[in-house]
């Protein structure tokens, strides 16, 4: 099981670093019933994440693959991931060299900070289980449970912990706020504009250092 769980653990922080699930967090901590608006996306963001995990694990339990056939599976899965972030982060930092400045938000977050607690559940969930990045670094976790062959009980503790890890940076702004109190408003603003301005060269960053960890133990693995 502590073999699976550090094999998740690379696509669960891709997905916890994503910058864009973290600024609407924040976003919605200026709405007008902050806490409970944040708070709502958090536990819809985590019901979303788990949930996709759930049915890739299921999916990959009803293959019923051989016991090699998952190993090979998870390692070919991670050369390919690996491979599709590489192309991804030098895409972005070359659109970053073209254009000097991020690409802006997009555009479902637009009137974000006037949500309620339902939408921004509604949002969270959304956010968690159809983003596509997301959906990706689940199908490639499900794998390694999968070859981890681990009882229901096992596989139910790997889940949460992937599920908890890729939910901390969805939960920092959050924790900030409650932490700071009223102090929180400048500290989140900053952490705002920042993450607006270089959420591009963060997700490049994080997508071309875990290309290589991917490759290379997709490799070793074969």
Do not use: C
């Amino acid at each position: 099981m502590h073999q699976a769980i550090g094999g998740v653990l690379p696509f669960a922080i891709v997905v916890a670093v994503s910058p864009l699930n973290i600024v609407a967090a924040i976003l919605l901590l200026f709405a007008p019933r902050a806490l409970a608006a944040a708070g709502a996306y958090l536990a819809g963001f985590v019901v979303g994440v788990g949930a996709v995990l759930v049915a890739f694990d299921a999916l990959a339990g009803a293959a019923d693959l051989s016991s090699s056939g998952p190993s090979r599976a998870a390692a070919l899965v991670r050369i390919v991931l690996g491979a599709a972030l590489l192309a991804a982060g030098v895409a972005k930092l070359r659109a970053r060299r073209r254009t000097g400045a991020g690409a802006g938000l997009p555009s479902w977050m637009n009137g974000i900070t006037g949500f309620g607690p339902v939408k921004a559940a509604g949002t969270g969930v959304a956010v968690g289980a159809l983003n596509p990045k997301n959906l990706a670094m689940a199908a490639a976790a499900s794998l390694v449970v999968g070859a981890a062959h681990l009882s229901a009980g096992q596989a139910a503790v790997v889940t949460a912990v992937y599920t908890a890890l890729a939910s901390v940076g969805v939960a920092a702004p959050l924790v900030a706020a409650l932490v700071l109190g009223d102090r929180s408003t400048a500290v989140l603003g900053e952490w705002r504009g920042w993450l607006e301005r270089n959420h591009d060269v963060v997700m490049a960053v994080v997508y071309l250092v875990f290309a290589g960890v991917l490759v290379g133990n997709g490799i070793s693995a074969l």
